[in-house]
């Protein structure tokens, strides 16, 4: 059983940074691509950013692009996103798991809120 844990998120100014951090324990019995996910109040949970399974490949939403950075060590089993120029409405709850498919149950997922 493969649990994801999330962790990083706080309150920020806009502007501000934060890394978030999310760490896959259990049995991982082979790379998966992954992605961080977010949903904010009242919408759905939404794909944010993407990235291959070796961390050659990575992919963003539009709102994100330039200012969000997703990574991986997968000697540690752990995937980053970090998040620079943060706005409000970045403001969510966000979340790791696999894509395309969701293999995983999903964690608690960590805060995020910025500031205005």
């Known amino acids: 059983q493969v649990q994801l844990v999330e962790s990083g998120g706080g309150l920020v100014q806009a502007g501000g940074s934060l890394r978030l951090f999310c760490v896959a324990s259990g049995r991982v019995p082979t790379f998966y691509h992954m992605g961080w996910y977010r949903q904010a109040p009242g919408k759905q949970r939404e794909l944010v950013a993407t990235i291959t399974k070796g961390g050659a490949s990575t992919s963003y939403i539009n709102p994100v692009k330039g200012r969000f950075t997703i990574s991986r060590d997968n000697a540690k089993n752990t995937v980053y996103l970090q998040m620079n120029s943060l706005k409000p409405e970045d403001t969510a709850v966000y979340y790791c798991?696999?894509?395309?498919?969701?293999?995983?149950?999903w964690g608690q997922g960590t805060q995020v809120t910025v500031s205005s």
């Open positions: 798991n696999t894509i395309p498919n969701i293999a995983f149950s």
